[in-house]
């Protein structure tokens, strides 16, 4: 099997070209013969064994009729397909569907969530999230559905049985965000992903003080063919983080956490105390 890409941005890149070449309704072979190479080019290209240059590239997504955006997002990936960490800036505020995150989360086989201030978006229902979207200051108001939709489609990847455990503290729980009916209905709804049994949800007690999670949230994504990635998000850009030294100290974090969080079903008799 060719060796494929190892990084972010090389697996988005080779992912990208797939769904360009897949949108021609034409097969590998076929696409190939057009811009006059051999199909084993191509396929070198798409896994990331590399055999072409930016001007080849340029010329096969043109022959694939590639949208302008998605043509320039591919060049812009290209030469730097192999570099580990990527820092993405997104503008105002981050994408209604974040790629990078999304096929992260559609490929991962373990989610490690660390959560300070909300409830995970793979966990949140809708009314929790369109409290939370809509009391950012930089969403446009007429984009806030169109985000609540696209948060609850990425949920999906539970449905496929991704092992998730979700650190989250208890002040979050705490947070009447959407009102206390709503607040309500989402504890009712972690006890139910709780039930699940690829998901778990550790509480971190108000008790335990300072603690190692201090520094902010995060996920943690593990991979059956690649190194473990952490994903750091902000208002308007977000942190892939690839380096081993670095998913180190994340894991480092969450052995942390692991200590002092309550168990499983200590979190879950926490939670229904807190719905009595």
Known sequence: MPKRF????????????????????????AVAELVGWNEAKL???????????????????????????????????????????WWQEH?????????????????????????????????????????VIAAGANVPEDEIEERVHARTERQMVLRKGLKCVFYIHESVLLSPIGG???????????????????IEIRIVPLSAGAHAGLAGAFDML???????????ESENSSLIIETPY????????????DEIALDAEQSKELIKQLLT
């Open 6 to 29: 190892s990084t972010a941005r090389g697996r988005e890149f080779g992912d990208g070209l797939r769904a360009a070449i897949a949108a021609t309704g034409m097969t590998s072979r």
């Open 43 to 85: 396929s070198d290209l798409v896994n990331g064994k590399g055999g072409a240059t930016e001007l080849e590239l340029a010329l096969l997504l043109g022959t694939c009729r590639t949208p302008p955006k998605e043509r320039d997002h591919l060049l812009s990936l290209f030469n730097e397909a192999n570099l580990k960490g």
């Open 91 to 131: 503008g105002a505020c981050t994408p209604i569907r974040p790629r990078t995150l999304i096929e992260h989360e559609r490929t991962a086989k373990k989610l490690i969530s660390w959560q300070v201030s909300l409830v995970h978006g793979l966990i949140q229902l809708p009314e929790y999230a369109r409290a």
């Open 180 to 198: 206390h009916e709503a607040m309500e209905a989402q504890l009712e709804h972690l006890l139910k992903m709780a039930a699940r049994s690829y």
């Open 222 to 232: 593990t991979f059956d063919k690649y190194e473990p990635v952490v994903f750091l």
């Open 246 to 257: 670095a998913v180190k100290s994340y894991e480092r974090v969450v052995e942390a956490l």
